[in-house]
């Protein structure tokens, strides 16, 4: 095993890195519900109550990946607890994954429309494409198996009808409204995409593990 893979590992499974991981994420958790507050508000007032969980999507898709970093921290030894942490985790990586990248191109797609490009746009490029990377890096250390990945892309599927059926997908900039149709095509292929990156990662992990 290459000396860069052992390094990968102490440093991403070190106690400081993970409590500091796991902080930057828990803030950049609430500031994300935070952001999408005026958009819950709206929702409450039109939708019904229960339809606010499928509103701010990378919030909870961040949101998993944190609950996910804290089971790396204290595992769980109890059975059920270990089953809410395999969903987590295979929540974390298709969620994270899928909005990360969803954020980013919804971004620019406006942009190549003549959309204006403000420095809070750089802010949430960098900390989307940081979402997708970190759940990525760390599906070797995660311990749900193919079922809850399953799982996981069942959900993503549902949140992807709701939020295009009751018209409460995150808010989006008036070209991009235009061309919802394209817009609804694209995340739900890009749902299956993040699946599939989800599979091939833990796939890779499993190879990984073998030589640990």
């Given at each position: 095993m290459s000396i860069s893979l052992l390094w990968s590992k102490a440093l991403l499974t070190d106690r400081r890195v993970l409590w500091l991981l796991l902080i930057c994420n828990a803030i950049g958790t609430v500031y994300g519900y935070i952001w999408y507050g005026l958009q819950l508000e709206y929702t409450l007032?039109?939708?019904?109550?229960?339809?606010?969980?499928?509103?701010?999507d990378s919030p909870t898709a961040s949101l998993f990946f944190t609950v996910a970093l804290a089971f790396i921290l204290y595992p769980p030894k109890q059975?059920?607890?270990?089953?809410?942490?395999?969903?987590?985790?295979?929540?974390?990586?298709v969620t994270s994954v899928k909005y990360g990248v969803w954020a980013v191109v919804m971004i620019f797609w406006g942009v190549a429309l003549g959309d204006p490009l403000y420095w809070q746009d750089w802010m949430l490029t960098a900390s989307h494409l940081t979402m997708a990377i970190e759940s990525l890096l760390f599906v070797r250390f995660f311990v749900f198996g193919w079922k809850y990945l399953v799982i996981a892309l069942a959900w993503t599927l549902l949140n992807d009808y709701m939020d295009y059926s009751q018209h409460i997908y995150p808010w989006l900039t008036p070209l991009l409204v235009e061309r919802l149709d394209q817009v609804r095509n694209f995340t739900v292929v890009l749902t299956f995409v993040s699946a599939l990156a989800g599979s091939l990662a833990l796939r890779q992990a499993h190879k990984i593990r073998s030589f640990d």
């Amino acid at each position: 095993m290459s000396i860069s893979l052992l390094w990968s590992k102490a440093l991403l499974t070190d106690r400081r890195v993970l409590w500091l991981l796991l902080i930057c994420n828990a803030i950049g958790t609430v500031y994300g519900y935070i952001w999408y507050g005026l958009q819950l508000e709206y929702t409450l007032e039109i939708k019904p109550t229960w339809m606010i969980i499928f509103v701010p999507d990378s919030p909870t898709a961040s949101l998993f990946f944190t609950v996910a970093l804290a089971f790396i921290l204290y595992p769980p030894k109890q059975q059920w607890l270990i089953v809410i942490r395999k969903l987590f985790e295979a929540l974390a990586v298709v969620t994270s994954v899928k909005y990360g990248v969803w954020a980013v191109v919804m971004i620019f797609w406006g942009v190549a429309l003549g959309d204006p490009l403000y420095w809070q746009d750089w802010m949430l490029t960098a900390s989307h494409l940081t979402m997708a990377i970190e759940s990525l890096l760390f599906v070797r250390f995660f311990v749900f198996g193919w079922k809850y990945l399953v799982i996981a892309l069942a959900w993503t599927l549902l949140n992807d009808y709701m939020d295009y059926s009751q018209h409460i997908y995150p808010w989006l900039t008036p070209l991009l409204v235009e061309r919802l149709d394209q817009v609804r095509n694209f995340t739900v292929v890009l749902t299956f995409v993040s699946a599939l990156a989800g599979s091939l990662a833990l796939r890779q992990a499993h190879k990984i593990r073998s030589f640990d």
